[in-house]
C-alpha cells in the first residue's frame, strides 16, 4: 500500500510541527502533504525548512473542505489519509491503516485528550437514516481507499462546517464500509483554547439541511431530523434564559437565525440534488474547479 497523508493547516504553526514529527516517525515512507490555507504566523517557512514534507500547497480559501480537495488534488498514493493539524498520531497508526483499508473502504479511529479529570476518547457513531446505516468518521483521522475519494469526487465545497458527515453519508449510499480500529489513535498534544466559542446557528443549520435534502431528498424523515435537532437546541439555549446567561431577546435572534440558515440550506440542498442524480452527490467537488492553489512547492 502506498500511503499520502494530507495535513490541511491554517494559523497552527507549533501544533503543525508537533503533528509532523509525528507523521514522520510513525509513516516516514508515507508521501506527505501540507495545505496551508492563508496563515500568518509563519507556517510557509517552517514547512519549506522541512526535509520530510513532500508538497506544500499555499491556498487563499480558509475553508477545510477546499484545503482537503487541494490536497487530494496532489495525492499519488493508492491510499490517502486526512490528520488535523493539531492532532499526533500515536504508535501502530500505520499498521491499523494498512489492516483497516484492507478490509473496508474508509477506516477511523479515536481521539485521545489529556485532561485534568483524565483521559478522553471516542467511539464508533452510527445512525440509520432513511434506511441507510451511515458511520460516521472522525474528520482529523480518517484514510480512505484513494478509490473510493475519486468516486465521491473530494468533499463538497459547499460546506463550511460539516463536510466530513456529508462524506459519511454520501459513502452510505454507496455501500462503502467505514471501519473502526482502536488502534489508529491520535493524540491532542496542545490543550484547547479553552475560550467558549459562539456558534454560528445560520451556518450549522444551513449546512444540516444541506446534507440532508441534498443525499435524502424531500422526505419526512429529513423534516423530522431538522426539527429535532431545532428542538434539542432551543430547548438548551432556553435554559441559559431562565438561568439569567442569556437574554430573551438573543434566545429569538438564535431562533431566527436557525429559521434562516435553515430554509437556505434546504433550498441549496434540493437544487444540488436536482444538479448532481447519481449517488456521488457532489456538485461542488474537487472536479468542479481547478484554481485551488496560490502556490505549491513540490519536492517530488
Request: proline letters at 2%; aromatic letters at 6%; one cysteine or more.
Amino acid at each position: 500500500m502506498e500511503l499520502s497523508v494530507v495535513v490541511p493547516t491554517l494559523n497552527g504553526r507549533e501544533q503543525l510541527a508537533v503533528c509532523l514529527d509525528a507523521l514522520a516517525e510513525e509513516v516516514p515512507d508515507a508521501e506527505l502533504i501540507v495545505v496551508n490555507g492563508p496563515s500568518a504566523d509563519g507556517t510557509t517557512g517552517m514547512v519549506r525548512d522541512r526535509d520530510d514534507v513532500d508538497v506544500l500547497v499555499e491556498i487563499a480559501d480558509r475553508s477545510v473542505t477546499v484545503a482537503r480537495n487541494a490536497g487530494l488534488d496532489r495525492a499519488t498514493g493508492d491510499a490517502v489519509a486526512l490528520v488535523n493539524h493539531g492532532l499526533s498520531v500515536e504508535s501502530g497508526w500505520a499498521d491499523a491503516v494498512e489492516r483497516g483499508l484492507a478490509e473496508t473502504a474508509a477506516v477511523t479511529g479515536p481521539t485521545h485528550e489529556q485532561l485534568a479529570a483524565g483521559m478522553t476518547t471516542e467511539s464508533k457513531e452510527a445512525r440509520r437514516i432513511a434506511g441507510r446505516e451511515v458511520t460516521y468518521f472522525n474528520a482529523g483521522n480518517v484514510a480512505f481507499d484513494g478509490a473510493v475519494l475519486d468516486a465521491l469526487d473530494g468533499y463538497d465545497e459547499y460546506l463550511a462546517i460539516g463536510g466530513s458527515r456529508d462524506v459519511a453519508h454520501r459513502m452510505a449510499a454507496h455501500g462503502y464500509d467505514v471501519g473502526w480500529d482502536t488502534a489508529m489513535s491520535v493524540s491532542r498534544e496542545f490543550e484547547a483554547d479553552g475560550g467558549i466559542r459562539e456558534t454560528d446557528w445560520a451556518e450549522k443549520y444551513r449546512s444540516l439541511a444541506y446534507r440532508l435534502l441534498k443525499n435524502y431528498g424531500v422526505r419526512p424523515t429529513v423534516a423530522r431530523r431538522l426539527c429535532s435537532h431545532a428542538a434539542r437546541d432551543a430547548v438548551d439555549a432556553l435554559k441559559d434564559v431562565v438561568t439569567g446567561d442569556t437574554a430573551p431577546s438573543q434566545w429569538l435572534a438564535t431562533g431566527q437565525d436557525v429559521a434562516t440558515g435553515a430554509a437556505d440550506g434546504v433550498a441549496d440542498g434540493f437544487l444540488a440534488r436536482y444538479r448532481n442524480r447519481d449517488e456521488g452527490r457532489n456538485p461542488n467537488g474537487r472536479s468542479s474547479r481547478a484554481d485551488r492553489a496560490v502556490a505549491v512547492y513540490d519536492r517530488r
